[in-house]
């Protein structure tokens, strides 16, 4: 089956730092990634949704400087927490868009960040 | 916009049915999803069902689509202790958009 690899799956740093989360699709091409923020106990939450070669479209009151989202191949997408700070931290999950019939999102196993 | 409701806890024993519930409200979705979500993980993709169909299933899943009523059920059969775990429904409409979920169903099997 289709396969999301997301990479770390888990980062702790200081408040301050830029981190990057790479999100890649292993065997099947992805026009279109979405990256999501979950709270604990809380459902998905739409951050972005990013087009292979193109801007990223943001949600409203997601911050676009902060949340750096680049797209540069069918296969790779990353997102870049910059200047992190502890309100920050979250989980993190990648999506990537299969163009098959029913266009299934098939995610990532998460991104745990931890800003101290 | 669109939403899309669950209920948000389902208790069962291990070895009876579980019958997870949603409704939507895009009268124009394509394509209905239920994804399983693992402590600490990311979401897997269980079923889906095209709107033009009422029945769908794969071995131990059911799931029923009422388009009239806009109403999705998942049916576990034989629920087994690693069937706990959170369940999303979500509805995508046409054209490229992302999906919307529902708030998910947190299912816990009690042996």
């Known amino acids: 089956g289709a396969v999301v690899s997301q990479h770390p799956s888990w980062v702790i740093c200081k408040s301050g730092t830029s981190v990057k989360i790479e999100c890649r699709s292993l065997d099947f091409q992805a026009t279109t990634m979405f990256w999501y923020r979950q709270f604990p106990k809380q459902s998905l939450m739409l951050m972005a949704t990013?087009?292979?070669?193109?801007?990223?479209?943001?949600e409203q009151g997601v911050e676009k400087d902060k949340f750096l989202i680049n797209h540069a191949s069918l296969t790779l997408s990353t997102l870049t927490v910059t200047s992190a700070h502890p309100e920050d931290s979250s989980f993190y999950i990648c999506s990537a868009r299969e163009r098959t019939g029913y266009q299934p999102q098939h995610f990532g196993d998460g991104t745990r960040l931890s800003i101290l | 916009g669109e939403d899309v409701e669950q209920s948000l806890f389902l208790s069962v024993r291990e070895g009876d049915s579980s019958v997870i519930n949603c409704t939507y409200t895009d009268s124009s979705s394509t394509y209905l999803y239920w994804y399983k979500q693992e402590p600490g993980a990311g979401l897997q993709l269980l079923t889906y069902i095209f709107s033009n169909m009422d029945m769908k299933q794969d071995q131990r899943l059911t799931v029923l689509l009422n388009k009239k009523d806009k109403h999705l059920s998942l049916r576990i059969a034989d629920t087994q202790t690693g069937d706990s775990a959170i369940y999303f429904c979500?509805?995508?409409?046409?054209?490229?958009?992302?999906?919307?979920f529902g708030k998910g169903t947190r299912l816990s099997v009690i042996a």
């Open positions: 979500a509805e995508k409409a046409s054209g490229n958009t992302p999906l919307v």
């Open positions: 990013s087009n292979e070669g193109s801007k990223a479209t943001y």
